[in-house]
């Protein structure tokens, strides 16, 4: 029986580690797009390699998890609904490092003037992504509080698409900030990657309010 | 004593029966969801039903014996078959069947053979006990929902710790559920042979004294035991998979609240404590276990939808079978004992 107690509280630490991992990873892929929008390009970089760092222990985390889910024959009921919650998770720090990197390898040109709305843009995800950790780390640890995160990652992904929706517009409207059609078609790309980490987060959600239906005694 | 054996088979075939089917009552879900492995569930689930079948059998064999003393051994043999076959027979027409039912049918077939009396005090008991069961079952499992509710929201455990609670909790439950199992149905299974026990009183190792009556029910026991290894695992799955979807904790929360209605009505020890103390004892009497799963599903049914997705044609098929199963279980001992007296030329009564 302690044996069961021992394997429980491991895999509820690797639980809580890829939890923790994916919460830094949003952290600094905020910071990160801030410092690429100042052009600090080195601190930059070094953010870009913490997230890709976070990113392989989380892969390598969801690895075991699985593995000892199966293999010890943890929660029977729920274990399809655990992994593809954290299957679905994943994506989120999989967006998180590749729209950094794909800052690095196509460096857009990003005009000033859509400073502000990106990085508006950026918190509106990120709050959207941190809601998502919460709502899973809820549904992990039993809170009666799940129902209001998820609400809230919804709220923000709502957001998420109206101020993508706005900067689009303003690129597309007139030619004041970028005349150039494939400039404005590579910063429209952009801005579409860094909403897509709030997409990711409302995907995890739509799962997780099922999977708590059917946890339900 | 082979001939002594040869006439137990009917009851130890009604044990094996017993084993076979009941025992999905208790460990189904769990064992079905994967939650406990069969093996553990076998083992645990025939060691208590043993250990309740010895110690705590004789209070509602007690009961069925009021309500009729078979007194000759070939009319025990066939009040049990009769009994047996009933519920082979029910089962395989797919009707809602109960062992406890049967017995009691195909013991007041005999009172009508052998022209005894049937206790009427007695029968009322054991009929109005048969109601409350489920009933009983349903109050305790929707209290017990609401307080597992309440404690799992307010420990904030993991949904991993939470698992291995739970299986620790099915397992434990389990065991009091056979235990409780033991206690109440080996009256079902041996008690038409207590007055003709052929087995005299030992003691075992010197330690522990069994009685003439207590042997009988561990052989009836053991007979639950083989029935349990041998046959209930398909049972189990299909309790698991698809009669009663259950989660692990509403699996928890049925045997629990199942297990107390048959304990309650099987502790002879609890009545005496109940009637110590200025309370209304319980008569103690055979129920069916199904029956009280049933009804401790509806409980959480109950308690979870208030009642909209309870399938109410369950209480009308419960209700069918505490009138048919008597009734042709006391039709069908009437008859096998009227060929086993003149056909085989045994004595059915003293």
Known sequence: MSLLFNQTSQIEGDIESLLDNISKSVMIFSAAIKNYLNDEIDIFLKRMSEVKELETSVDELRRQIRYKLYTKMLIPESRGDMLSLLETIDNVIDTTEEVLVQFDIQKPKIPKELNKDILELVETSCKAADFTVMA?????????????????????????????????????????????????????????????????????????????????? | MSLIIIFLSSGLFLGWSLGANDAANIFGTAVGTKMLRFTTAAIVGSIFVIIG???????????????????????????????????????????????????????????????????????TKIVTTWVVCPVLAAVFSFSLFFLVKYLLRFSKISIIRQDSYTRVALLFVGAFGAYSLGANNIANVMGVFIPVSPFPDITIAGVFPLTSVQLLF?????????????????????????????????????????????????????????TSHNLPGWPLVPVSSSQAVVGAVLGIGLAKSGGKNVDYRVIGRIGMGWIATPVVSGALSFVFLFIMQNLFMQPVFA
């Open chain 2, 53 to 123: 079948a010895v110690i705590s059998g004789a209070g509602a064999s007690h009961t069925l014996g009021k309500l009729g003393a078979v007194d000759a051994i070939a009319g025990s043999f066939t009040v049990a078959f009769a009994a047996a076959f009933t519920v082979f027979w029910m089962t395989k027409m797919k009707l809602p069947v109960s062992t406890s039912q049967a017995v009691v049918g195909a013991i007041i077939g005999w009172n009508m053979f052998a022209g005894r009396a049937t206790d009427t005090s007695a029968l």
């Open chain 1, 136 to 217: 899973a780390r809820g549904y992990i640890k039993n809170s009666e509080l799940i129902n209001d995160y998820i609400n809230k990652t919804y709220f923000y992904e709502h957001e998420a698409d109206r101020v993508e929706n706005r900067i689009k517009r303003q690129l597309f409207d007139s030619n004041e900030i970028v005349s150039d059609l494939a400039e404005k078609m590579h910063i429209s790309k952009f801005v579409e990657l860094i909403a897509k980490l709030s997409d990711d987060g409302q995907d995890v959600c739509e799962r997780l309010s099922v999977a708590t239906i059917k946890r339900s005694i």
């Open chain 2, 218 to 274: 561990l052989l009836g026991g053991v007979a639950i035991a083989v029935g349990i290894f041998t046959y209930s695992k398909r049972v189990m799955m299909t309790v698991g998979n698809s009669i009663f979807k259950l989660s692990p904790v509403g699996a928890f929360i049925v045997v629990l609240a199942s297990s107390l209605v048959l304990f309650l009505f099987a502790s002879a020890e609890l009545q005496v404590w109940l």
